[in-house]
């Protein structure tokens, strides 16, 4: 198989990792791919928000399959183009995107498929904000409606603070919702899907806030750990049951079956799992330790997602567990510093990687690109010890003003985490 990757993050250097330890896999592609992609791919330019570009791509490399990374050029119908010119690709069509480009509409599938899930009350004009916090009371939990690449949601118990961000997203031209608090423990589960399948991987967790103890502002994901040695047994089943074939239904019949990813943000409620929001492509950073983990071949997988036949696949999974560590730039999530000197990053090895994702070339050497700069990822026998690898890396990193969490996976190892009691 030869497969172009497209994005530019840690979760596009995860998914050629995997790709490459794929012996049916003979060549990879990556655009616009970053600093470190390039020991694992040949490189390309493209404009990923524009899927004649990528469709143009493909068709000029002759690929077998496209693999799309980012929510954009999915919301924005690159599948469908790629389709189209009989090109392959893993990933949803625009029509079935939606399930993440608007959670409005991610609501209304829910509800229609019996879904659990929180409340939830949708805002298009400032005067309905106020009647809407009254409504779901505090936590507040005020959402933009559209695509904020995962900083779109501020929780608070601080009235004003919710009434600033509806404020702030109405004025972006973008609905507001809001939705009642869930509590409990968050889970990511991902699913690869065919249209009418879902094959569930690995749960994991990820720290949405930018400091310890989950202070600070909401981010793309400051780190992330899987497996749950505390999630309750029968978690995948339950979620499969009760969510992951019930919504793939419920598309199927709107006439727009999910094939490709679809990754369900879970609250573990006393009342059992509520979904949050869904994503309509790998997440980062849970990707990264989930694929670290996968133990069967990637390109068969996705190819077999991407020709609707996911039927007899089964997936096969390394023992131990995996933590990554995201390395943020100076100042991220507000206005993070770039162009800054990266230096230290080891060599990889079977289980300990640093995956790029901010990064690029600049006079032979590497600079910070963006807010998430990389990816310290390790496996291990247990998950103290791919803690401990995976914090080795940061370690050995220098960049100028970088910050990351020191907490990752450090509860679940002390058996401070624990699921609903029912």
Same mark, same amino acid.
């Given at each position: 198989?030869?497969?172009?990757?497209? @994005?530019?993050?840690?979760?596009?250097?995860?998914?050629?990792?995997?790709?490459?330890?794929?012996?049916?896999?003979?060549?990879?592609?990556? +655009?616009?791919?970053?600093? @470190?992609?390039?020991?694992?791919?040949?490189?390309? #330019?493209?404009?990923?928000?524009?899927?004649?570009?990528?469709?143009?791509?493909?068709?000029?490399?002759?690929?077998?399959?496209?693999?799309?990374?980012?929510?954009?050029?999915?919301?924005?119908? /690159?599948?469908?183009?790629?389709?189209?010119? @009989?090109?392959?690709?893993?990933?949803?069509?625009?029509?079935?995107?939606?399930?993440?480009? %608007?959670? &409005?509409f991610a609501k209304d599938v829910m509800s229609a498929a019996?879904?659990?899930?929180?409340?939830?009350?949708?805002?298009?004009?400032?005067?309905?904000?106020?009647?809407?916090?009254?409504?779901?009371?505090?936590?507040?939990?005020?959402?933009?409606?559209?695509?904020? &690449?995962?900083?779109?949601?501020?929780?608070?118990?601080?009235? /004003?603070?919710?009434?600033?961000?509806?404020?702030?997203?109405?004025?972006?031209?973008?609905?507001?919702?809001?939705?009642?608090? *869930?509590?409990?423990?968050?889970? %990511?589960? =991902?699913?690869?899907?065919?249209?009418?399948? +879902?094959?569930?991987?690995?749960?994991?967790?990820?720290?949405?806030?930018?400091? !310890?103890?989950d202070a600070g502002p909401n981010t793309g994901g400051m780190?992330?750990? /899987?497996?749950?040695?505390?999630?309750?047994?029968?978690?995948?089943?339950?979620?499969?049951?009760?969510?992951?074939?019930?919504?793939?239904?419920?598309? &199927?019949?709107?006439?727009?079956?999910?094939?490709?990813?679809?990754?369900?943000?879970?609250?573990?409620?006393?009342?059992?799992?509520?979904?949050?929001? =869904?994503?309509?492509r790998f997440g980062d950073p849970e990707t990264q330790v989930?694929?670290?983990? *996968?133990?069967?071949?990637?390109?068969?997988?996705?190819?077999? %997602?991407?020709?609707?036949?996911?039927?007899?696949?089964?997936?096969?999974?390394?023992?131990? $567990?995996?933590?990554?560590?995201?390395?943020?730039?100076?100042?991220? #999530?507000?206005?993070?510093? %770039?162009? !800054?000197?990266?230096?230290?990053?080891?060599? #990889?090895?079977?289980?300990?990687?640093?995956?790029?994702?901010?990064?690029?070339?600049?006079?032979?050497?590497?600079?910070?690109?963006?807010?998430?700069?990389?990816?310290?990822? $390790?496996?291990?026998? !247990?998950?103290?010890?791919?803690?401990?690898?995976?914090?080795? *890396?940061? !370690?050995?990193?220098?960049?100028?003003?970088?910050?990351?969490?020191?907490?990752?996976?450090? +509860?679940?190892?002390?058996?401070?985490?624990?699921?609903?009691?029912?």
């Amino acid at each position: 198989m030869r497969i172009l990757v497209i @994005g530019s993050g840690a979760r596009e250097h995860a998914l050629l990792r995997a790709l490459d330890r794929d012996p049916a896999v003979t060549q990879l592609h990556v +655009a616009p791919g970053n600093a @470190g992609t390039g020991e694992l791919a040949a490189a390309h #330019p493209v404009d990923v928000g524009d899927p004649a570009a990528i469709s143009a791509l493909a068709g000029g490399l002759g690929v077998d399959l496209v693999v799309i990374g980012p929510e954009v050029p999915l919301v924005a119908g /690159a599948v469908d183009r790629l389709r189209q010119d @009989g090109i392959a690709a893993f990933g949803p069509t625009a029509a079935a995107a939606r399930i993440e480009g %608007s959670k &409005a509409f991610a609501k209304d599938v829910m509800s229609a498929a019996g879904v659990p899930t929180g409340r939830a009350i949708g805002v298009t004009e400032e005067s309905g904000i106020g009647a809407a916090l009254d409504a779901l009371g505090a936590p507040f939990v005020v959402k933009d409606d559209g695509l904020a &690449a995962g900083k779109g949601v501020v929780v608070t118990e601080d009235r /004003a603070v919710a009434e600033e961000h509806a404020r702030a997203v109405l004025a972006a031209g973008h609905p507001v919702l809001v939705e009642e608090f *869930l509590a409990g423990p968050e889970v %990511s589960l =991902f699913a690869v899907c065919d249209g009418t399948r +879902a094959l569930p991987l690995l749960p994991a967790q990820d720290f949405k806030r930018a400091a !310890d103890g989950d202070a600070g502002p909401n981010t793309g994901g400051m780190g992330a750990y /899987a497996p749950l040695p505390w999630a309750p047994p029968d978690l995948v089943d339950t979620v499969q049951r009760t969510v992951l074939d019930p919504v793939l239904a419920e598309l &199927a019949r709107r006439g727009a079956p999910f094939s490709g990813l679809l990754y369900a943000g879970l609250v573990l409620t006393a009342e059992g799992p509520k979904v949050i929001e =869904f994503n309509c492509r790998f997440g980062d950073p849970e990707t990264q330790v989930v694929l670290e983990l *996968l133990d069967s071949p990637l390109g068969e997988l996705l190819g077999a %997602s991407a020709a609707g036949n996911l039927e007899g696949v089964a997936l096969q999974w390394k023992s131990g $567990a995996a933590v990554t560590v995201v390395i943020a730039a100076e100042n991220y #999530p507000a206005a993070p510093v %770039s162009g !800054d000197e990266i230096t230290g990053i080891p060599a #990889p090895t079977a289980d300990a990687v640093v995956l790029h994702a901010g990064t690029a070339q600049a006079d032979g050497v590497v600079v910070s690109s963006g807010g998430r700069v990389l990816s310290a990822t $390790a496996s291990g026998p !247990d998950l103290a010890t791919a803690r401990e690898r995976a914090y080795a *890396l940061v !370690d050995s990193v220098r960049l100028r003003g970088s910050h990351h969490r020191t907490d990752i996976a450090a +509860a679940a190892i002390a058996g401070q985490v624990s699921g609903p009691r029912r």
